[in-house]
C-alpha cells in the first residue's frame, strides 16, 4: 500500500501526526493466526517439493488469498483474482527468460552477457505489467485496483534512475527512491480513484541521513568501547593471547546486532515516510510504525526461525504482517461507499512471474 501526506517529521521516532478531528479513522485490522497459516504454509511447501515447484503457482494464490481474506476496514475485507494457471504460465516464462542467459554463459562469456543485456532492458517492461496484473487481481466491496503507468516512465525508474544511482556510488539512491514509489503510487487506482503521492525528494534524503547518522554514531561508540581490542589486534596479537581474541568476537558480535538493529529503523522510518504522504482520493493515509517494536518483532522472529529450524517462518510472516497492516489507519474524508469501478487491463502474467522470481514487492 501506500500513504497520506503528513506534516510529521519522516523519522517515524513517534509514529507520525494526530489525524485532523475532520476526518473518520478506519483501522485496518488482521485477524489471521500463525496456526491458521502454519497449516498453509506446510501444505503448500509440501506439494510444491513434491510437483517440482509447479504447485507454487496454486500456493501463491492460497496464501495471499488468506492474508487478504483476513485483512479488513470498516468491515469489509479485500479480495485477490489471481489465477494459479496464469500464474503457472508466467512462471514457466520467467524460468525460461532467467535460465537463457545462464546456458548462454555457458556457450560463451558474449552470448551470455548478450542474453544478460537483453533480459535486464525488459525488465522494466515486465515491471510495469505486473504491477497492473497485481492489481487487476485485487479488490475491495468488488472494486478492484489498477495501474496505470506507462513504458517509457518504467524504463525511467527502473533502468535509468537505478543506473544513475550506481554512478553516483549510491549518493542518488534517495532521489531514486523517491521517484520510483512516486511512480507506483501515483499511477495506482482504486475503481476511478486515484492514489495521490506528495513526499518529497527532501524528505527522503533526511530519513537516509538519520538512519546513516544513527547507525555511524553506534558504530562509533563500539569502537571505542573496544579501543584496546583494536590496539591488541593492531599490534599483532602479541599481548594478550586468549582474552584479546574472546574481545575481538565480542567485538563482531557487537557490530553485526547493530547492523541487525538498524535495519528495523530504517524500515521504520521508510514505511512512515511513505504511507504518511499517500492519498487516495481525499482520504489520507497514516503509518505509526515504532522503531522499538519493529526491532523487537524482527529479532524475536529471527530467534524462532533459528530455534524452530525454520518451523516458525508462518508465524514471524503473521507477526510482521500484522503489526504492519494495523499500524496503518485511513483518515476517511468521507463515506467508503463512493467509490467508483473502472476496469482496467490485466496486464502481464510473465511480469507476475518474473516479480516473484526476483522477489518483487509490487503490491498495495
Do not use: C
Not at 2 to 24: E, I, K, N, V
Not at 49 to 62: M, N, Q
Not at 250 to 261: D, I, R
Request: proline share 3%; charged share 10%.
Amino acid at each position: 500500500m501506500s500513504l497520506p501526506p503528513s506534516d510529521a517529521s519522516p523519522s517515524g521516532f513517534d509514529g507520525g501526526q494526530t489525524p485532523a478531528s475532520a476526518h473518520q479513522v478506519e483501522a485496518f485490522v488482521f485477524s489471521g493466526r500463525g496456526s491458521e497459516y502454519f497449516r498453509i504454509w506446510i501444505v503448500n511447501l509440501l506439494l510444491s517439493i513434491i510437483t517440482l515447484g509447479i504447485y507454487s503457482a496454486w500456493a501463491k494464490v492460497r496464501r495471499t488469498r488468506y492474508f487478504y481474506d483476513n485483512t479488513t476496514i470498516n468491515g469489509s475485507s479485500f479480495e485477490y483474482h489471481g489465477n494459479p494457471i496464469a500464474i503457472l504460465k508466467g512462471r514457466i516464462i520467467a524460468v525460461i527468460l532467467i535460465g537463457g542467459y545462464q546456458i548462454a554463459f555457458k556457450f560463451s562469456l558474449g552470448l551470455g552477457v548478450l542474453a544478460l543485456a537483453l533480459m535486464l532492458a525488459g525488465m522494466p517492461w515486465l515491471i510495469w505489467k505486473s504491477y497492473q496484473f497485481k492489481l487487476y487481481n485485487s479488490s475491495y466491496r468488488g472494486i478492484r485496483f489498477g495501474f496505470r503507468g506507462s513504458a517509457g516512465r518504467s524504463y525511467f525508474n527502473y533502468l535509468l534512475l537505478p543506473l544513475l544511482a550506481g554512478i553516483t556510488l549510491w549518493l542518488a539512491l534517495p532521489f531514486a527512491h523517491q521517484r520510483i514509489k512516486k511512480y507506483l503510487h501515483q499511477e495506482s487506482k482504486f475503481g476511478a480513484t486515484h492514489f495521490s503521492f506528495d513526499a518529497s525528494v527532501g524528505s527522503f534524503y533526511k530519513t537516509y541521513l538519520i538512519g546513516a547518522g544513527v547507525a555511524l554514531l553506534g558504530y562509533i561508540a563500539i569502537m571505542i568501547t573496544f579501543s584496546s581490542t583494536l590496539a591488541a589486534l593492531g599490534a599483532g596479537l602479541q599481548h594478550g593471547g586468549a582474552a584479546v581474541i574472546s574481545s575481538a568476537g565480542l567485538l563482531f558480535l557487537s557490530l553485526y546486532a547493530w547492523t541487525f538493529l538498524i535495519m528495523p529503523l530504517f524500515l521504520t522510518m521508510i514505511q512512515n515516510l511513505i504511507w504518511n504522504h499517500t492519498k487516495l482520493g481525499q482520504h489520507q493515509f497514516q503509518s505509526q510504525l515504532k522503531w522499538s517494536k519493529t526491532a523487537f518483532i524482527m529479532i524475536t522472529n529471527l530467534i524462532g526461525i533459528v530455534i524452530t529450524l525454520g518451523l516458525f517462518a508462518p508465524f514471524a510472516h503473521v507477526r510482521w504482517f500484522k503489526y504492519r497492516i494495523e499500524s496503518v489507519t485511513l483518515l476517511a474524508a468521507g463515506s467508503l461507499d463512493n467509490f467508483v469501478a473502472d476496469e482496467e487491463a490485466q496486464g502481464s502474467v510473465a511480469g507476475e512471474g518474473i516479480s516473484d522470481l526476483l522477489d518483487f514487492d509490487l503490491s498495495l
